[in-house]
T-cell receptor, first 116, second 116 residues
Framework: EAGVAQSPRYKIIEKRQSVAFWCNPISGHATLYWYQQILGQGPKLLIQFQNNGVVDDSQLPKDRFSAERLKGVDSTLKIQPAKLEDSAVYLC??????????????FGPGTRLTVL | AQSVTQPDIHITVSEGASLELRCNYSYGATPYLFWYVQSPGQGLQLLLKYFSGDTLVQGIKGFEAEFKRSQSSFNLRKPSVHWSDAAEYFCAVGAYPSGGSYIPTFGRGTSLIVHP
């Protein structure tokens, strides 16, 4: 079974530039999560999708962050414009809300963003 | 809303010694409980999980955790630590706040340092 795929793995941009991250969840996983992990901290949930609908985006800075999950499979997370404090690892995870692995999250390798 | 506390930022143990990492949560009912491990530059890997039933849970890599409802704790243990266990460990809870959708929350993590 293929895992969660993310790209790019690393990205360096100047502040005020835009950036986009891509995530492909495990096949068949209905729930997809985007997390921001700042160095030395735990992952913070930015947005959670169930199929292509948003379940929770209460911690997403909506003035600069956006995310979509068209067709309920792949997802993109965009930052526009980026700030220095957006430097972090962006993790994507997926899960099934039923079955043996109920709500068990499978994580991708993450995208490390550096904003200069 | 639920919350997770990992009171120890760093734990240092000698190889072969026993290990206990602490995790306390705040939630009105019994949440779903998880421990994840993150090696440098990697995504998070699930070690074990508790949903219900036996309060002593066995996981991968020789780890176990015990759910104690009276203490709102879910501490992770290993009887003999190996140098390869050096990593960041995250406790997470998942719950249905206000009867809504399932929302996961992570602790800030505990960094495990293993001395030879």
């Amino acid at each position: 079974e293929a895992g969660v795929a993310q790209s790019p793995r690393y990205k360096i941009i100047e502040k005020r530039q835009s950036v986009a991250f891509w995530c492909n969840p495990i096949s068949g996983h209905a729930t997809l999560y985007w997390y921001q992990q700042i160095l030395g901290q735990g992952p913070k949930l930015l947005i959670q999708f169930q199929n292509n609908g948003v379940v929770d985006d209460s911690q997403l800075p909506k003035d600069r962050f956006s995310a979509e999950r068209l067709k309920g499979v792949d997802s993109t997370l965009k930052i526009q414009p980026a700030k220095l404090e957006d430097s972090a690892v962006y993790l994507c995870a997926s899960s099934q809300p039923w079955g043996r692995s109920y709500n068990e999250q499978f994580f991708g390798p993450g995208t490390r963003l550096t904003v200069l | 809303a639920q919350s997770v506390t990992q009171p120890d930022i760093h734990i240092t143990v000698s190889e072969g010694a026993s290990l206990e990492l602490r995790c306390n949560y705040s939630y009105g009912a019994t949440p779903y409980l998880f421990w994840y491990v993150q090696s440098p530059g990697q995504g998070l890997q699930l070690l074990l999980k508790y949903f219900s039933g036996d309060t002593l849970v066995q996981g991968i890599k020789g780890f176990e955790a015990e759910f104690k409802r009276s203490q709102s704790s879910f501490n992770l243990r290993k009887p003999s630590v190996h140098w390869s266990d050096a990593a960041e460990y995250f406790c997470a809870v998942g719950a249905y706040p206000s009867g809504g959708s399932y929302i996961p929350t992570f602790g800030r993590g505990t960094s495990l340092i293993v001395h030879p």
